[in-house]
Nanobody, 125 residues
């Protein structure tokens, strides 16, 4: 069974940090591109960051401009876990964060086939 399960969300003050985790299970995720998206109330789901292993202990990654320099995406294949380290959090980062998997490294929501249930991140001012 293919499954993505996020954890690590919560309430944090502006300027604080959180680390989200996404546990992967199922053969569909071998060599898959993995990504984080987020959806704030009343807004469309938007791209946050993506990563894909390209061999020789090297990963390719991409970030939205709004989080570049503050968020870091990484994955530990031995633990089948995707991470999103979020630093210098701002109130506008408040959203439900979703983990996703797909065949290509992309910022397009339509390129991802599998989704987790989401984890809430709330940043207070």
């Amino acid at each position: 069974q293919v499954q993505l399960v996020e954890s690590g969300g919560g309430l944090v003050q502006a300027g604080g940090s959180l680390r989200l985790s996404c546990t992967k299970s199922g053969r569909a995720f071998s060599n898959a591109a993995m990504a984080w998206f987020r959806q704030a109330p009343g807004k469309e789901r938007e791209f946050v960051a993506a990563i894909r292993w390209i061999g020789s202990n090297t990963w390719s990654s991409d970030y939205s401009n709004s989080v570049k320099g503050r968020f870091t995406i990484s994955e530990d294949n031995a633990k089948s876990t995707l991470y999103l380290q979020m630093n210098s959090l701002k109130p506008e980062d408040t959203a439900v964060y979703y983990c996703a998997a797909g065949p290509v490294l992309s910022t397009d929501i339509g390129d991802y086939d599998y989704w987790g249930q989401g984890t809430q991140v709330t940043v207070s001012s």
